[in-house]
């Protein structure tokens, strides 16, 4: 296994995911869906802009490594792993908790895709990502079971569903991400199944991820500090999968941050 791929794994061994109403066709987390252009691509020049909701919808569709929640990437840091962090920037999470008796997070998701024809036949996608909101948490890495540790910041969904009245964490996320599609107006890849499982097409390639994070909520005991003092969780993460191989890009993540603080005074124990 490549270390670029090594990282995402550990990244996405906390899932990727966007439960979503698929069987409503629409998700209640998303706004500010670009609009629609489904015209023929004549070169190489010409740039479309797809409806937002072609990527959101793909989204979500396992659900293997936090059952029952989908899967959607989460990420861990390097040099050494010390955490790892899961941060709902599909508003998968949310409605799982949503359609199943849990608080509702006010989470929001919402950005745009735009596609661009390569000479080759394929299209090349970008896709920006915005949430706010986002269910966040962060567990030690990479000795344990991320799934079943206690959290070193936040809850995880089953939490939440066990008791509703937890604090969670929340973050708000800036996310973008570029790949390779088979045509223009093909349908989009989830990144989970696509890219992290192996299923991608032959004309799917990942070629860049940047996700930045930043968010508040319950610093865990096992963080080392009084279960419930107010910290700060930030992700940042750089992906460019296309690099050279050497030196900064040799695993092909030359950013690979999850940082966890405390904010304000930490509570005395009693």
Request: some cysteine; glycine content about 12%; charged content about 15%.
């Amino acid at each position: 296994m490549s270390a670029h791929h090594r990282s995402i794994m550990l990244l996405a061994s906390g899932g990727i995911v966007i439960s979503m109403l698929l069987g409503c066709g629409t998700n209640p987390m998303e706004s500010g869906t670009a609009a629609v252009d489904r015209s023929a691509l004549p070169g190489d020049e010409i740039t479309a802009t797809r409806p937002f909701s072609d990527f959101l919808s793909a989204q979500g569709s396992t659900s293997l490594f936090f059952p029952p929640v989908s899967d959607y990437v989460g990420w861990a840091n390097n040099d050494p792993q010390t955490h790892f962090a899961l941060v709902d920037y599909a508003g998968l999470a949310a409605t799982y908790l949503q359609n199943n008796g849990g608080p509702t997070l006010g989470t929001t998701v919402s950005g745009s895709v735009s596609e661009h024809r390569l000479s080759d036949g394929r299209a090349e996608v970008t896709v920006v990502v915005h949430a706010k909101k986002a269910l966040s948490w962060a567990v030690a890495c990479c000795t344990g079971d991320i799934g079943a540790d206690p959290p070193q910041f936040g809850y995880r969904a089953s939490d939440l569903i066990a008791d509703p009245s937890l604090t969670p964490g929340l973050s708000n996320v800036n996310m973008t991400v570029r790949f390779t599609n088979d045509a223009p107006g093909a349908p989009l890849p989830d990144l989970v199944n696509a890219f992290i499982l192996g299923n991608a097409t032959a004309g799917q390639e990942l070629k860049f991820l940047r996700l930045e994070s930043s968010g508040n909520g319950p610093l865990r005991a096992a963080f080392g500090v009084p279960d419930g003092t107010p910290g700060m969780l930030q992700v940042k993460q750089t992906g460019v999968l296309m690099g050279s191989g050497q030196g900064a890009l040799a695993d092909g993540f030359p950013v690979e941050r999850v940082d966890l603080r405390t904010v304000g005074r930490v509570p005395s124990t009693p």
